[in-house]
Structure formats: structure tokens, C-alpha cells
């Protein structure tokens, strides 16, 4: 049973840090790019930043850059995402997701796999 289990969410003030761990099981983890999306209330769930597993090419939303890190321990079978410097527009339910392959790696309709999500909250 493939499982995607996210954790590290919470509650920060604006330019503290969080990082988020996504322990994945069930698959093949090295066969896998790892994608992390965000929802906040009314708006689409969007793609924040993503791991590919073919290179280890890493991706990023503009909105993230040069904030935010994303980086995996394949021992572990489980990918960080650290959160710099938040602003209260990055408040959401954070989600990973894992997909075997696709040229299109931050659109969350790629994805074949989710975790349940966590809420990261970001007061002004």
C-alpha cells in the first residue's frame, strides 16, 4: 500500500521557519519525483517546489525561491522541505505527492499519489 505521510506543519510567525517531512512507503522511492503543493482556503491547490528522480533536478515556485529548499534522503525514503523567511501568504495545507514520471512536475494533476496534508499557518 503506497503512503505518503507529511508532518512538520504548524503554527509560525512571519519570518520563522518550518521544515516538512513527506515519509513515503509502499513504492519504489528512487523511481519516484516528490512534489510538494499547498492549498489555501479558496484557491487552487498549486505547486510550491518538486524533487525529480531521474537527475535530482529540484523545482521551485517563484513565490518560494530562494526561501524555500526541498531535499531527500532516499535512505530514509522521505523528502524536507524547509521553509525560510515566511510570510503569511505562504498559510496553507501543505501536501506531498509522488508520481513515477512526467515532463510537468509542479502541476499537482501529474501526481499519482497523495499524502493527507498539514497545516502550516503563518500569523503577521
Known amino acids: 500500500e503506497v503512503q505518503l505521510v507529511e508532518s512538520g506543519g504548524g503554527v509560525v510567525q512571519a519570518g520563522g521557519s518550518l521544515r516538512l517531512s513527506c515519509a513515503a512507503s509502499?513504492?519504489?522511492?528512487?523511481?519516484?519525483?516528490i512534489g510538494w503543493f499547498r492549498q489555501a482556503p479558496g484557491k487552487e491547490r498549486e505547486g510550491v517546489s518538486c524533487i525529480s528522480s531521474s537527475d535530482g533536478r529540484t523545482y521551485y515556485a517563484d513565490s518560494v525561491k530562494g526561501r524555500f529548499t526541498i531535499s531527500s534522503d532516499n535512505a530514509a525514503n522521505t523528502v524536507y522541505l524547509q521553509m525560510n523567511s515566511l510570510k503569511p501568504e505562504d498559510t496553507a495545507v501543505y501536501y506531498c505527492?509522488?508520481?513515477?514520471?512526467?515532463?510537468?512536475?509542479?502541476?499537482?494533476?501529474?501526481?499519482?499519489?497523495w499524502g493527507q496534508g498539514t497545516q502550516v499557518t503563518v500569523s503577521s
Open positions: 509502499g513504492f519504489t522511492f528512487d523511481d519516484y519525483a
Open positions: 505527492a509522488a508520481v513515477q514520471d512526467s515532463d510537468y512536475l509542479m502541476s499537482p494533476d501529474e501526481y499519482e499519489y
